[in-house]
């Protein structure tokens, strides 16, 4: 990409990373993505439209910058949250764009617990936003959003208090002072998901792991 300035790098940069290496995306999906981001950003610029050999540069480019690639991360971070569904409380992972889109998500596994009366006793998710400063080289901290289900602040406590435990029993570095002003943070957490077709994951994997457990 060091043909294109340094605004037009950053944005192409900030436009694709969470597509190409969050782990979410097949190959083809990343391509289709990619092409749509592209073309906005080459529009933008007034660039000729990216062909699409420019556009497979430009997503091995931005793969390139990101090394992660074991998983080792994510699958302790999937079993965790595996767990927490296990025990009534939800937990996913990429639940929407922000704070609001997550707890729209959470949502809707409330609704099948209250349908199939299983216990709740509260949440924790991370959205896109927070995968992608996980992403990012200079920062490698994971935020995880956590509260009751019912607004019972007490509860929510011991939610995050039991969150914490897990991920620090799994050898994980969670920093969090104690309070409900602040979320609950992965310090020194890479990204690393690597894309699988076969595996579930936020809220369909969250209702299948409960519908097993209940």
Known sequence: M????????????????????SGYFSVNEIQELASEYLSEIFEDY????????TIQEIIQAVQQAHS???QMNYLRLRKIFDQLN??????ID???FDISEGL???GEVVRFMQEQQI????YCFCHQQDIERALDSESRMLYLAFHSTNGDEAQAIRVGEKIVKLFTEAGLQPHWNGSLDERICLLNFEWDKVFDAEADYGVERAIRIMKAAF
């Open 119 to 122: 216990p709740r006793q509260g």
């Open 104 to 106: 729209e998500d959470v």
């Open 94 to 96: 990429f639940a929407g």
């Open 2 to 21: 060091n043909n294109f300035d340094t605004d037009v790098q950053k944005e192409i940069v900030e436009a694709l990373n969470f597509t190409v290496n």
């Open 68 to 70: 992660a690639d074991k």
């Open 86 to 91: 296990h025990q009534g409380i939800i937990a």
């Open 46 to 53: 007034e660039l000729p439209k990216p062909s699409e050999e």
